[in-house]
Each structure stands twice: as structure tokens, then as C-alpha cells.
């Protein structure tokens, strides 16, 4: 193997080493994880559900929220949410037919909502304004239209 | 060596199916570009979720599929020989089959009845029909594969103890990587998808089919990239008047792919329930393993470049580089593919980074960054490729006036693949979602940043389609009006052809091994606790 080779090599394997290492601190060491809730539901039976059957924004404690939201085509339930800046706030969601996506767009709130899993993602709002949520898994020929709002007040 | 006539024929039927479906597709896409940034309104006939799975499934399952056998089928048959009848007759099986698969799909498509995108996610439930299609169209790969790969088996017999061609080898270890990644799609269509759309059962398991596609969907990326790197390392080098750089690397690279580019599918699952952390992490540092040879292969190709340059006289740090024949369409539409390739294997490496992928999970940041490696790097290598096959296989010749509408081609393709990709990272960055009809959500602030953006894509979209049809008109002028001759089919030797290859890197069996044991590592345990675990049933929706 040529010396330029070697050189090459080993910094690639040296950089790739880094990725690893780096993403496996902001994972395990600070949390940071993707969302992976393993929790399941029946989702014929979402309406039943001891949690989803009432679905809405809970305070569950100071300047903390729970959203507990069913998503369906084409809409998010509850919609038009409004909370108090500075508050830390969980989605506590699932699907009641096909799988659909939870976006807050401008924010790193992302996640699949599938049928028959509970997912949970978890955002502080400081910044007061009207933030876009969105669905961006392709669900039927209204998609589109899937999208509501969360104003920080 | 000539190609066999009649496996010329083969060949050639497969590249006509090709270069008609990217035309259309891209029409498609053209369509999907001008609908999104508003400029058009499509006729209530006609959904625009139809036309993104019309899209969707004819480049990314029937382009690359033809061009691919194509290709094969003529290096095969070069490097090591005509095919027997039995063997190319399995070939015309896989054709027909591949073609009974594409008017299937392309029909329930057309019918509206499988608006379901090419990932087809359940519990969106399409036709049976379609699913029939898609098995057809898999069944079909299975005869192509078995012709491709029982005549490198021949070919051995015939030559004991002699290495084998290095295009026959790299045909071979793609299809590997192809077969085994199948086993995913195929368990998802056959027991999951087709029993419960003909009703036979009530209910889908929604988290395994999507694992089970994931497992499929990822090297299926790299089935479409390993035939591009095949023109990379035996091709361009003797376009430009060099050598192959190492053997040996060059089917080490290919064989870490094959180990690598499987056990990884859950870093398209990052966002997803039903799957632990642990295992979705372990799965990324296996991704992170599959950069590797792409690195290796990098320096393999720059230090051709420089050694072919160098003895052409070019002089000093970069002079070698001014003596690459930029005026060659055979060597600048591939190099414009490893140029592209920078930049989208970096987003790639982006998306797989764990927690990273939360910013830009189904944003049109991915849409961008597929278009580039597979819509840019694989697609204008193959254009590079078809430039000198075509007329190689009808006995013409690639003339100066076709070369240069060629370059114009390629650079046409690039500058539009550069705007349209460049717009949907960003505005993908910016929270744009993928695989939407309209963005306007109502006027939304957030959602107006996105129009220009969506502008950029149109105009991208409209240089892409103008390349495409210069592409298809000197492919045609190539096949059939261009002068009879005898056009190269470029073959690079070795740079140090007594170096010998280790025997160890044709042990199938060995590699074969591997790759089991790295895919029960990563799959085995997630997948029963999906199994195990699994939450009742979804039963299928038609919201199209």
C-alpha cells in the first residue's frame, strides 16, 4: 500500500471513528436521542384508551405540559394549542388510522406517529409566536391540509 | 472480445426500457415541480399523489433496474464470454417479467388505485394487483441474476486457477448485495401486503413492514450506486489513458459494501416507535462502517486521475489535473458524478447521524439529497456510460457532433440537479415537508419562506427535463443513424497487473457468512420484539 494511501486511510477511519464516538455521547450521556417510544396501543380501540380517549393539553406541573393528541386524517386533535413562553411541553401522541408525521416546523420536533404505537417527543418554547405543526408523512389526498398551530403566548 | 450478437440484443432491449421510462418519469417530476411551486393546477382527473408514485416507482424501481441489467448483461458478456441459450434465455424471462411487472404497476397506478408512493407504507392499502407487480418485478431480477450469475460460474470452470474478469467480479458481488437485500421486500409483499389486500387477512403488522422495506430499501441505494463505481474503476481509466489503480482495493471495496449496506436499514426508522434507541444506534455505527469504502474508492480514482495526468505531462501540484480530456463526454459525465458525489455522501452521512436526522426527517432535505446521489451521481454516470455503449452494441460510433451535444447534456443536467437539489436542502432546512401537494398552510410566516425555494425547483426541474431530452434524441441518432463502426468498450488494465488478488476475496461463501451473521446482529432481536410485542393489527385505508 502506497504511504499517500495509508495517510488517506487512516483519516478517513480516524474521522469516521469520530462520528460514532460523537453521536454515541449526545445519545446516551445527554439524551439526546431520536424519539423511540416503545409503548403500544390497540388502534382499532384509540377512542377507549385511558389516555387517548381524552385527548387535550394537561398542566403537570410548573411551566410543564403534557399534549395528549390523536392524529387522523387530516387533522390534529386537540388543534390550535396554546401554551405560556418558557413552558416544557410533551407530546404524547398516536395514530387512529394510517401513519402520519409530527413536525414543528423552525423547531427539532420531529417524529412518525404510527398506528398501534404511543410516541412522545419533548420541546421547551421560549420564543413567543405562532409555530406551524405539520404532518409530513404522506397520508391521503388531503395531506396537505394536515397542519395546526401551537401559539406561545 | 465482440459482444455476442444476440446478447446484444438482450442488452439493448433493457437500455430502450430504461431511456423510455426516465423521459416520462422526468416529465413527472417536471409536473411535480410545477404544481408545488403553484405555477400549474392539475386537472381534477388526475391526483398529484398519483403522479409522485407514478414517479417514485418508475425511477427508482424500473429506470435503474433496466439500465442496470443492461449494463450487466453487456460487461458480462464482454469480459467473460457469451452467454449459453439457457442462460440468456433466463435473461428474456426476466425481461418479460420485468415488463408484465412495469404495465401492471403502471396500470394501477394510472387507475388511481395504488396512490400509495413507492415505499408503499402500510396501512395505506393499495390494489393487490400492485403488489403482484412489484413480485413480478423482483421474480424478473431473480432470472436476470441467475443468468449473470451461472455464466461467471462457467467462466471459472473454463479458466481454473486465472482471476476472474473484474467486471464480471463487481457485476457478481452487486447482485449478492441485490439477492440478499430482496429477501426483505419480497417476505413483506408475499406474507404480509398480498394476503391482507386480497382480504385473506383482516390486519398488518404496520411496524414490520416498514422494518422489512427498510431492510430492502437501503441497499437498494447501493444496488443503484455499485454499477456507477464499476465505470468508475474499469472504465474512466482507460476513457483517460490509465490503468486500474489496485485490483485487490477494488474488490475489497465492493465486497464491504456487501457487508455493510444491509444490517442498516433502521437509520430510515430513526424517528420512528416500536424500536429501541440501543438498536437504532447500533445500526448507525454500522452506517457509519459503509463510508469506508467510498473513502477508499475516492482515493483509488483522484490517484488514477493523477498518475494518467501526470504522464500525459501535466506538471506541478494540479497540472496533471488540465490534462484530463474534459472534451470526452465518456470521462466528464462520470467525473461530474464523483464531483456530486462530495457533497451528497457528506448530506448522506448528515441524515444517518442519529439525532441529527430529527432535522431533516421527511423535510424535502431528503427529497434533495436522493436526487443528487442517485437522480445526480448514478444517473449522469449511467448517461456517461450509455454514450459509448449504445453504439458499441449497434456496431456505430459516438461522432464528434454527438460527443458535443452529449457535454451540453451533461452540464445542462448537473446545473439543473445543482439548483433544484440545492433549493430543497435549504428550504428542507427550513422545515419544508417532503411529499406534498402545496405548502401554503394557510399563509403561514414559516410557510411563505418556502416559495422561492419552491420557484428554484421548477426552474431546476424544467433544465433537468430539456437534458433529458437531448440525452434521448442523441441516444436515438446513437442506435440508429450514426455511422457504422466499431466504437470502443473501454476496459482498463491493471496498473501492476503482477500484483496477484487474494483468493480470499472470491470466497463467496465466507462473505456470504458475514453478512448473515451481521444482519441476525442487528435485525434478529428487534424484530421479534416487533413481533412478539406487536400491538393489534392495522386494517387497511384508501384516502386517495
Excluded at chain 2, 404544481?35 to 417514485?56: K, M
Excluded at chain 2, 408484465?100 to 388505485?113: E, Q, R, Y
Excluded at chain 2, 419480497?186 to 385473506?200: D, I, K, M, N
Excluded at chain 2, 454516470?381 to 458535443?404: A, C, D, E
Aim: charged share 10%; proline share 4%.
Amino acid at each position: 500500500m502506497l504511504k499517500h494511501e495509508k495517510i488517506w486511510l487512516t483519516v478517513s477511519s480516524v474521522m469516521i471513528i469520530g462520528f460514532m464516538i460523537a453521536t454515541g455521547i449526545q445519545t446516551f450521556a445527554f439524551g439526546m436521542g431520536p424519539p423511540s417510544e416503545t409503548e403500544r396501543v390497540d388502534p382499532q380501540k384509540v377512542d377507549e384508551h385511558e389516555v387517548f380517549s381524552e385527548p387535550g393539553v394537561y398542566e403537570v406541573g410548573e411551566n410543564k405540559y403534557e399534549v395528549v393528541m390523536t392524529l387522523e386524517i387530516f387533522s390534529f386533535n386537540p388543534g390550535d394549542i396554546e401554551i405560556p413562553a418558557g413552558s416544557e411541553v410533551t407530546f404524547k401522541m398516536t395514530s387512529k388510522d394510517v401513519t402520519h408525521g409530527f413536525q414543528i416546523a423552525g423547531t427539532n420536533v420531529n417524529a412518525m406517529v404510527m398506528p398501534g404505537y404511543i410516541q412522545t417527543i419533548t420541546q421547551t418554547f421560549d420564543e413567543p409566536g405562532e409555530y406551524l405543526i405539520l404532518c409530513n408523512e404522506y397520508c391521503g389526498s388531503g395531506h396537505q391540509l394536515m397542519a395546526t398551530t401551537i401559539t406561545v403566548v | 472480445m465482440k459482444i455476442n450478437r444476440l446478447d446484444a440484443r438482450l442488452s439493448l432491449a433493457h437500455f430502450y426500457v430504461a431511456f423510455g421510462s426516465i423521459l416520462f418519469a422526468g416529465l413527472l417530476g417536471l409536473l411535480q415541480t410545477l404544481v408545488r411551486s403553484e405555477l400549474i393546477t392539475l386537472p381534477s382527473w388526475i391526483n398529484y399523489y398519483q403522479i409522485l408514485t407514478g414517479h417514485g416507482v418508475v425511477m427508482a424501481l424500473v429506470f435503474t433496474t433496466y439500465f442496470i441489467f443492461g449494463f450487466f448483461y453487456a460487461s458480462v458478456a464482454k469480459s467473460t464470454g457469451e452467454f449459453t441459450n439457457k442462460q440468456r434465455k433466463a435473461g428474456w424471462i426476466g425481461f418479460w417479467l420485468l415488463t408484465g411487472g412495469l404495465v401492471l404497476a403502471a396500470l394501477m397506478i394510472a387507475l388511481n388505485k395504488a396512490t400509495v408512493l413507492y415505499t408503499f407504507y402500510a396501512p395505506l392499502q393499495a390494489s393487490p394487483f400492485f403488489y403482484i407487480a412489484l413480485a413480478l418485478i423482483i421474480i424478473g431480477t431473480y432470472f436476470g441474476a441467475f443468468a449473470v450469475i451461472s455464466r461467471y460460474r462457467l467462466w471459472k470452470k473454463e479458466h481454473p486457477g486465472e482471476k476472474t474478469p473484474l467486471l464480471a467480479y463487481m457485476a457478481v458481488a452487486t447482485l449478492v448485495l441485490w439477492l440478499i437485500a430482496t429477501i426483505g421486500v419480497v417476505a413483506a409483499v408475499l406474507f404480509q401486503f398480498l394476503p391482507w389486500a386480497f382480504g385473506w387477512t383482516d390486519t398488518i403488522n404496520v411496524a414490520l413492514t416498514r422494518t422489512l422495506f427498510w431492510y430492502f430499501g437501503h441497499p437498494l441505494v447501493y444496488f443503484w450506486l455499485l454499477p456507477a463505481y464499476m465505470a468508475w474503476y474499469v472504465m474512466v481509466p482507460k476513457i483517460i489513458g490509465g490503468k486500474v489503480f489496485s485490483d485487490q482495493l477494488a474488490r475489497f471495496s465492493f465486497v464491504l459494501f456487501i457487508l455493510f449496506s444491509i444490517p442498516v436499514g433502521f437509520h430510515h426508522q430513526l424517528l420512528e416507535s416500536g424500536i429501541g434507541e440501543g438498536w437504532k444506534f447500533f445500526q448507525v455505527i454500522l452506517t457509519f462502517a459503509v463510508i469506508l469504502p467510498s473513502l477508499m474508492t475516492a482515493f483509488a480514482l483522484f490517484s488514477t486521475f493523477e498518475i494518467a495526468g501526470r504522464q500525459k505531462g501535466g506538471k506541478g501540484l494540479f497540472g496533471w489535473f488540465k490534462k484530463l480530456p474534459w472534451g470526452d463526454v465518456r470521462f466528464l459525465a462520470p467525473f461530474m458524478g464523483m464531483l456530486i458525489f462530495i457533497p451528497a455522501g457528506a448530506g448522506g452521512i448528515i441524515n444517518a447521524s442519529h439525532q441529527l436526522n430529527q432535522i431533516v426527517h421527511n423535510t424535502i432535505w431528503v427529497t434533495g439529497h436522493f436526487h443528487i446521489t442517485v437522480g445526480g451521481t448514478v444517473a449522469v454516470t449511467f448517461f456517461g456510460i450509455s454514450y459509448w455503449i449504445i453504439p458499441h452494441l449497434k456496431g456505430r460510433i459516438l461522432t464528434k457532433k454527438m460527443n458535443k451535444i452529449g457535454i451540453y447534456q451533461t452540464v445542462l443536467w448537473a446545473v439543473g440537479m445543482g439548483i433544484m437539489s440545492s433549493a430543497m436542502h435549504i428550504s428542507g432546512l427550513l422545515g419544508n415537508p417532503r411529499r406534498t401537494q402545496m405548502t401554503s398552510y394557510n399563509g403561514h410566516e414559516v410557510a411563505s419562506s418556502w416559495g422561492a425555494y419552491e420557484m428554484a425547483h421548477a426552474v431546476g426541474g424544467t433544465l433537468l427535463v430539456i437534458s433529458l431530452v437531448l440525452f434521448v434524441i442523441v441516444l436515438i441518432n446513437l442506435a440508429f443513424f450514426a455511422p457504422k463502426g466499431n466504437e470502443e468498450f473501454p476496459i482498463a488494465e491493471e496498473l501492476n497487473p503482477t500484483q496477484q488478488t487474494p483468493n480470499w476475496l472470491e470466497n463467496w461463501k465466507l462473505w456470504i457468512g458475514i453478512v448473515f451473521a451481521l444482519i441476525f446482529i442487528a435485525y434478529t432481536l428487534p424484530i421479534i420484539d416487533i413481533i412478539n410485542n406487536s400491538p393489534p393489527g392495522s386494517s387497511g385505508f384508501k384516502y386517495w
